[in-house]
């Protein structure tokens, strides 16, 4: 079992091309500390990988986390939600802030 139930802990919407994951207000606090953490380890990691594939991945999960890190810290301070999507074809996540709704 691991630290985190991931059964039923986020809103799911699926559109024609791809799904949307809505997080509630105490998903994206830890989804802000969660994600700085893991750019921090894939930017630590990229130092060591510098050249080929392994040194491309990491940079592009770091970029990920990054933007994710960056969008959940500006939502939570504005006590807003973030939102996920991953559309086919786009070389990484898109995130973005709402209110209402599933944000409580």
């Avoid at 139930?5 to 105490?26: A, C, E, P, Q, R």
């Avoid at 930017?43 to 890190?69: C, D, E, Q, R, Y």
């Avoid at 807003?80 to 074809?89: E, F, Q, R, S």
Wanted: with cysteine; glycine share 16%.
């Amino acid at each position: 079992m691991t630290g985190y139930d991931l059964t039923g802990m986020y809103k799911w919407t699926f559109g024609w091309v791809s799904g949307t994951i809505h997080l509630n207000k105490n998903e994206t606090a830890r989804t802000t500390r969660a994600a700085q953490f893991i750019g921090f380890i894939n930017g630590a990691a990229g130092i060591f990988a510098l050249t080929g594939i392994p040194g491309l991945l990491t940079k592009w999960v770091a970029l990920n986390a990054a933007g994710v890190a960056w969008k959940a810290a500006g939502a939570n301070s504005r006590h807003h939600c973030v939102k996920l999507k991953w559309p086919i074809g786009y070389p990484g996540l898109l995130s973005g802030e709402y209110s209402g709704g599933y944000c409580r």
